[in-house]
């Protein structure tokens, strides 16, 4: 799956040059937690975020009334307080890729170029959305994890005994196990014979870790 499936496209932004309680505004109006900065309208030049706002509003413990502190978000540019240094990805990378990126760098959003221009952006709710969704998560099905030998062909042995029994696979997804012989593979699977398969899966020398 690519980024460009997931991401919002055409996403709010700010100018360098808007203040920061405009920018506090369209967060809370739109409720959302991250807004790329442009220069001139089209160039990326920072992401301004909620933690960024935080660390840039008056102390709870000010003595400054009200309107002086609206006086103030009023005249604090965006440019002074946003973060400078912007990891971004292209709307035809892979939704792995941007996971990773956002992983590495420990950060909650990706603004997608092409080309030099914004087109999207993509947060860790997108990336959490596309892995339920490759899951299976919200559809029927059951979910079947086991424990196989780490050797070529396992799955396909796995795949021709779901087929004996008119099962179908609805997601597919492996994950490493203690034993490095060993290779945990997660199963949806939808099938009118569920007792049956589990069973023939048992029989079949298979190790089931978990079914649901």
Do not use: W
């Not at 220069?39 to 840039?56: P, Y």
């Not at 307080?81 to 990706?110: D, H, P, Q, Y």
Request: proline share 4%; net charge positive.
């Amino acid at each position: 799956m690519i980024v460009a499936k997931r991401m919002m496209r055409n996403p709010v932004f700010v100018d360098e040059n808007d203040s920061m309680k405009k920018a506090m505004d369209i967060l809370k109006e739109r409720e959302i937690r991250h807004l790329p900065v442009l220069k001139g309208g089209d160039k990326l030049v920072g992401i301004l975020t909620e933690t960024d706002i935080k660390q840039a509003s008056p102390s709870p413990a000010t003595a400054l009334e009200i309107r002086e502190i609206f006086y103030l978000l009023d005249k604090v540019k965006v440019k002074q307080i946003m973060t400078r240094r912007v990891f971004t990805v292209s709307s035809n990378a892979s939704i792995e890729e941007a996971a990773l990126i956002m992983r590495e760098k420990k950060i909650g959003c990706l603004p997608v170029v092409d080309g030099g221009r914004l087109v999207g952006i993509l947060t860790e709710t997108d990336i959490l959305d596309a892995f339920l969704d490759s899951m299976g998560v919200n559809g029927p099905g059951y979910r079947v994890e086991l424990a196989l030998p780490n050797r070529p062909g396992m799955l396909l042995e796995v795949v021709k005994l779901l087929k004996d029994f008119d099962a179908n696979i609805v997601s597919v997804a492996t994950a490493s196990h203690d034993d490095p012989g060993m290779r945990i593979l997660i199963l949806r699977i939808e099938t009118k014979n569920y007792k049956v398969l589990k069973a023939a899966i048992k029989k079949s020398g298979y190790e089931i870790l978990s079914a649901d």
